[in-house]
């Protein structure tokens, strides 16, 4: 197993929200966060994409890498949504993190109790090459969210693993277990799956998978939600409609991205 560093590169850039407020979610606490600066990172703007386009990951991993494996890399994040954030890469091209990755990715999770939080290409993911963003902090929402167990596991699952979903309108299951074992579940689970497009937080707790229905669920949230959303942290562009959400935007908003639950 790989095990990323917990050292934090020269460069980081700090995470400095312009304004933050909160709004109950579902019984817990969502933050709900003002970052104009993200508004000039490439591809900001998702909906109707064209086909196909140039992948800047290999400029982006040869340029900012800080620490590299034969098969990861880690940059720091120019555009923060979180505190301590960088990125762990594929180093090679691949749209779906492979064993190793979800390896080190956890481990790093457990020996840091920081999140690491995977989107993809049509649920905010702005390049398509596997990455999760690494972030030095926890947020309380899915732990205060009811449970849970699943009648039926979609996929056998390993050793010491177990599954429950959160009791909801929108589909979040979690997966507990060894690092090992959570590791290969992921990867049988993105092999199940039946959606384009998934998020996936994993914290010391769980690793909180959504199977997305739809990327950007306006007028309820007018950017593309991502892991970070359904981490707990909502993060606006346009202080318009930072000011202007509501605690039942943000529930319309979960359960329009995701899928529908599972029994």
């Not at 590299?68 to 180093?91: C, H, V, Y």
């Not at 090679?92 to 020996?111: H, N």
């Not at 999140?115 to 947020?139: D, K, Q, S, W, Y």
């Not at 056998?156 to 929108?170: E, H, Q, R």
Request: one cysteine or more.
């Amino acid at each position: 197993m790989i095990a990323l560093p917990l050292t934090l590169p020269d460069d980081l850039v700090p995470y400095a929200p312009r304004r933050a407020r909160t709004l109950p979610l579902h019984g817990g606490t969502a933050e709900l966060v003002w970052l104009p600066a993200r508004r000039e990172r490439a591809g900001h703007d998702r909906e109707r994409p064209p086909a196909f386009a140039p992948s800047p990951a290999s400029r982006i991993l040869e340029a900012e890498s800080y620490w590299r494996s034969e098969t990861l890399a880690l940059t720091p994040n120019k555009f923060p949504f979180g505190i301590d954030q960088r990125i762990l890469w594929m180093a090679r091209p691949a749209r779906e993190p492979d064993l190793v990755f979800w390896e080190a990715a956890l481990d790093w999770v457990q020996r840091s109790d920081g999140t690491a939080l995977l989107n993809n290409i049509g649920a905010a993911a702005t390049i398509p090459r596997a990455h999760a963003h690494l972030l030095g902090e926890r947020l309380p929402l899915l732990e205060q969210l009811p449970e849970r167990p699943l009648r039926a596991a979609p996929i056998d699952l390993p050793l010491g693993c177990s599954l429950v979903a959160k009791d909801l309108d929108a589909c979040v299951l979690g997966l507990r277990g060894p690092v090992g074992g959570c590791a290969d579940a992921l990867t049988r689970l993105a092999d199940a799956r039946l959606t384009p497009t998934w998020n996936v937080v994993a914290t010391r707790d769980a690793a909180w998978i959504v199977p997305r229905a739809m990327q950007t669920p306006a007028p309820h949230f007018e950017s593309a939600l991502g892991a970070a959303e359904f981490w707990g942290r909502f993060c606006y562009v346009d202080e318009a409609a930072y000011e202007r959400a509501t605690a039942a935007d943000l529930a319309e908003a979960w359960r329009r991205a995701a899928a529908r639950p599972v029994a």
